[in-house]
């Protein structure tokens, strides 16, 4: 009877240890199948990633073809692709537009990306809502990221890409990436793709309305970074005039408030004046106005100081956008001659009036004239021939 139960208990305790046992290795096989499919999808990815890479490696060459490379004008010594791509070791011609909110700078930045190869980084501080950065504490985690981007470093951006999956606008001006997100959605937002992607390209520009001036000059000291900027002015009256139409302005400060966009416009001069005289090849100020009333010569100009080409594809840009005007409030089809100046029948004289009360030591900094009645605002010549910086 005993040696039946020692059988027994023998048995009983082998077949626990045979179900243990198959359960350890059912949990280990179920592990290593989990790692071998993560595997195989970062493989998969890696594989997509460098096939898109190649494919816009060609479509850069091919936009570059013929192109006319400074070669010493414009104290740059590009000659060739391989002299401006990161990936190869070239360092990229960057251009920076710096202004507010509805100052032209969209038109701008528009112009800027119609140049071939170029790769734009659309308002990066979108994330930061409807506010000014002057300084601490935004200033330092705002300028990094510039700083990051115009490198191709979008490693540790993690609140920049979150926001832009759900506000893709972020990334549908830069054409060029945004074709390839449509293609191929899940790379979209990975760093590991926009870091080579955008190094492929000979041309870096990005514009903000949220920074100002003088945060920037520790960029142009950096002459690793090598990028040159631009500040674009406009009218307070028709920045004002501009903004009424925007839903998300009102009852902001910074943005509804013409006393701070002069207060701006005044601190932004006075940062103009020292910038030029220590940066003369690598900073510039221009007013919206006088880049509306010629562009094809104002945009010339512009290409000039950032060291790019008025190339065919720029001409053809300007020539259906600066004629007619189609679109709505942001669109950036317009009578370039008229868009200026909207404000002088938009805006009453009582409206005007109480801009230019709190407005007027910026006007007459950026050479802006006062309206002196009803009839004179609507028949009147707002700004002067030119602007002093010095």
């Known amino acids: ?9 023998v048995t009983l305790i082998f077949t626990q240890r045979l179900a243990n046992s198959s359960n350890i290795n059912l949990t280990i096989g179920r592990t290593i199948q989990s790692w071998s499919t993560n595997e195989v999808e970062m493989s998969n990815i890696t594989v997509e990633i460098e096939e898109v890479l190649a494919d816009q490696r060609a479509a850069v060459t091919q936009e570059m073809k013929a192109y006319k490379y400074p070669a010493g004008k414009y104290n740059i010594s590009a000659k060739s692709l391989k002299d401006l791509v990161p990936e190869l ?7 920076l537009v710096l202004t507010t909110w509805r100052s032209g700078s969209t038109f ?8 071939p190869a170029n790769f734009y980084h659309y308002e990066p501080l979108l ?4 506010v000014q950065i002057r300084g601490p504490p935004t200033a330092p985690p705002a300028m990094a ?12 951006l993690d609140r920049y890409l979150d926001y832009g999956q759900d506000h893709t606008w972020l990334f549908t001006h830069n054409v060029r990436l945004w074709d390839q997100c449509q293609l191929h959605p899940h790379l979209c937002w990975l760093p590991q793709f926009l870091s080579p992607f955008c190094s492929l390209f000979p041309f870096q520009s990005m514009k903000t309305v949220r920074l100002r001036l003088r945060l920037i000059e520790q960029f142009l000291e950096d002459s690793s970074l ?3 900027v631009l500040l674009l002015v406009r009218d307070p009256r028709g920045t004002m005039q501009s903004r009424r139409h925007r839903e998300w302005c009102p009852g902001q400060p910074d943005c509804w408030d013409p006393a701070k966009l002069c207060a701006d416009l005044t601190d932004d001069h006075t940062a103009s004046v020292r910038l030029t005289d220590k940066y003369p090849h690598t900073f510039r100020a221009m007013r919206y106005e006088d880049l509306s009333l010629d562009p094809y010569e104002g945009v010339k100009q512009l290409f000039e100081f950032f060291g790019l080409d008025f190339h065919p594809q720029v001409k053809a840009f300007l020539d259906t956008h600066t004629k007619t005007d189609a679109g709505g409030v942001s669109s950036t089809f317009r009578n370039s001659k008229a868009a200026p100046f909207h404000w002088r029948q938009d805006l009453t004289y009582k409206e005007v009036r109480a801009i230019q009360r709190v407005c007027r030591p910026a006007m007459a900094s950026w ?5 002196h009645n009803a009839t004179h605002q609507h028949d009147f010549n707002p700004i002067t021939k030119h602007f ?3």
């Open 1 to 9: 009877m005993f040696l039946v139960f020692a059988l027994c208990l």
């Open 89 to 95: 070791g070239g360092r990229p011609l960057r251009s």
């Open 108 to 115: 701008l930045g528009d112009v800027l990306n119609s140049h």
């Open 127 to 130: 994330d930061y809502e409807i």
């Open 145 to 156: 990221r510039l700083d990051n981007l115009l490198r191709c470093n979008y490693s540790n």
């Open 226 to 228: 090598n990028v040159r």
């Open 367 to 371: 050479g802006y004239l006062p309206a």
């Open 388 to 390: 002093s910086l010095g």
